[in-house]
C-alpha cells in the first residue's frame, strides 16, 4: 500500500476533501451471475482486502472515491523529489 501517494493527494487538496469513500467494485459475471455491477464500502483498507479476499467477484484493488472521482492508489506514482 502506497500510504506516501495518498499522503500526497490529501496535502495536495488543502484540506477540501470531502469525505473519501474506500470502495471495491464487484462483477456478478465474473462468477456467472446475472446482475449489475455494484460496490461496496469500506471503512478500512483491511475490511476491504478481507472482503476481496473472500469474494471471487471482487475486484483486486480497492479506490479511494470523492468528489465524483475514483482513485486507485496502488497505481498513483509518487512525484519525483523537487518537481511539484
Given at each position: 500500500?502506497?500510504?506516501?501517494?495518498?499522503?500526497?493527494l490529501?496535502?495536495?487538496?488543502?484540506?477540501?476533501l470531502?469525505?473519501?469513500?474506500?470502495?471495491?467494485?464487484?462483477?456478478?459475471?465474473?462468477?456467472?451471475?446475472?446482475?449489475?455491477?455494484?460496490?461496496?464500502?469500506f471503512?478500512?483498507?483491511k475490511?476491504a482486502?478481507?472482503?476481496i479476499?473472500?469474494?471471487?467477484?471482487?475486484?483486486q484493488?480497492?479506490?479511494?472515491?470523492?468528489?465524483?472521482?475514483?482513485?486507485?492508489?496502488?497505481?498513483i506514482?509518487?512525484?519525483?523529489q523537487?518537481?511539484?
Open positions: 500500500m502506497k500510504i506516501a501517494a495518498l499522503t500526497d490529501i496535502q495536495e487538496t488543502e484540506g477540501i470531502e469525505v473519501p469513500e474506500i470502495r471495491v467494485w464487484c462483477h456478478p459475471h465474473k462468477i456467472g451471475e446475472s446482475g449489475s455491477d455494484y460496490y461496496q464500502v471503512d478500512s483498507f475490511e482486502h478481507q472482503f479476499a473472500e469474494h471471487k467477484e471482487a475486484e484493488q480497492p479506490l479511494i472515491a470523492f468528489r465524483g472521482y475514483e482513485l486507485n492508489i496502488y497505481v506514482n509518487p512525484k519525483k523537487g518537481s511539484r
